[in-house]
């Protein structure tokens, strides 16, 4: 899920299909999305009221979790979605991570089975929330005996990995920025900038502080060289177990999953309005060149904005041209190079004299019959 929405759209859209067909339909679709996620939703006409849905899903970090399966807590965080509705076969489809049994039949007839639909297709973003709630729960389970721990790498997007260190009393979240325009990596360097500043201010005490830094910080010490060969920096956030309380916990989860999709989003909206307003500039140049033209009486009214575009193309050949002619022009004039103090060096050591001889010479004739 590369975007803000918790929910699949697709699997949305197929699952209200299901469930507002007039007559009950056969259905054993494949469906995938961004991210190697892997849908299979199955439903028979021999039991209308029953819909079958699969997910295979990768871990935020395999090194974590259980290699057997889902742990108890997310399985209990999709059991949270609806206990009517939703159940849970044991043991899930070959190829599948989780197989659910959705009964269309205990669904409120009222804008309350749109939503728990909409909830039961964000079955994915639960899945790996529920993996990072896990270890940011544990903010205080510190272990001074231990020390440093690890960083874990958890990866959300593809190729947009991310890192979680337990340190004393809190936990850091770092985030590797890689961008592929230059101009992408200016916006964004200013942005992490002045998120540092705002964050900084007394007015937002209670958020995780942020830092930003163009190099990596000293916990990632011994990772993966691609991993930490970026052109943003890296941007870091300390989360407390002030942030991870009630329903902080889910807000604090979602905001670090979609920080790549945000900032991204934010790059890609800030090039547009700077594209934008150097649109309008033009266009309000141009203006000003067309009255200008109008009131000087070379051109006549109504020709608009094609023939100003024309007229405007035409002379900024013209200068081209021009300087172009002159460029090459100076380049074929051989320049000296002057050197402040060599015209009086030149004068005293490398100007020879003038001498005149008081022997004359006469020009001696040879003749071709001479031997």
Avoid at 43 to 65: A, K, R, W
Avoid at 135 to 141: A, K, T
Avoid at 320 to 335: A, D, M, P, T
Wanted: with cysteine; glycine share 6%; charged share 25%.
């Amino acid at each position: 899920m590369a975007s803000f929405e918790r929910a699949s759209p697709a699997l949305k859209e197929i699952l209200l299909r299901i469930y507002n067909a007039e007559k009950p339909i056969e259905v054993d679709h494949h469906l995938y999305e961004f991210g190697s996620v892997e849908y299979h939703i199955k439903s028979s006409v021999s039991e209308p009221q029953v819909t079958y849905l699969s997910i295979s899903t990768p871990f935020l970090s395999q090194g974590v979790f259980l290699s057997y399966g889902l742990s108890p807590f997310t399985l209990k965080m999709v059991r949270q979605i609806s206990t009517d509705v939703l159940h849970i076969v044991e043991p899930a489809n070959d190829g599948y991570q989780l197989t659910l049994r959705l009964d269309f039949s205990k669904l409120p007839h009222n804008k309350e089975s749109l939503k728990i639909i909409t909830e039961v297709s964000s079955v994915q973003a639960v899945i790996l929330s529920s993996q990072l709630k896990e270890i940011l729960q544990n903010v205080n389970s510190w272990d001074s005996s231990q020390g440093m721990y690890k960083p874990i790498k958890l990866i959300y997007h593809p190729k947009e990995p991310f890192y979680v260190i337990r340190q004393p009393q809190k936990i850091v979240a770092v985030f590797p920025m890689r961008f592929k325009d230059n101009s992408d990596v200016i916006i964004a360097t200013s942005f992490f900038q002045e998120l540092t500043d705002v964050v900084s201010l007394k007015k937002w005490a209670k958020v995780p502080p942020c830092n930003w830094s163009p190099i990596p910080p000293l916990e990632l010490r011994g990772e993966p060289f691609e991993d930490l060969s970026t052109n943003g920096g890296f941007v870091s956030f300390d989360i407390s177990s002030h942030h991870v309380e009630g329903k902080r916990l889910d807000k604090t989860v979602w905001s670090l999953l979609n920080f790549y999709a945000y900032v991204k989003h934010h790059v890609k909206c800030t090039r547009g309005f700077i594209q934008r307003r150097m649109r309008r500039r033009l266009d309000n140049l141009v203006e000003v060149l067309e009255k200008s033209r109008v009131e000087d009486g070379q051109i006549k009214k109504g020709q608009g904005w094609k023939k100003m575009r024309k007229m405007v193309g035409s002379k900024s050949k013209m200068i081209k041209r021009r300087w172009g002619e002159l460029g090459k022009k100076i380049k074929r004039i051989r320049f000296r190079i002057k050197i402040h103090g060599f015209a009086r060096f030149r004068r005293r050591w490398l100007t020879m004299s003038s001498f005149s001889s008081s022997t004359g010479y006469t020009k001696l004739q040879t003749n071709g019959n001479n031997n």
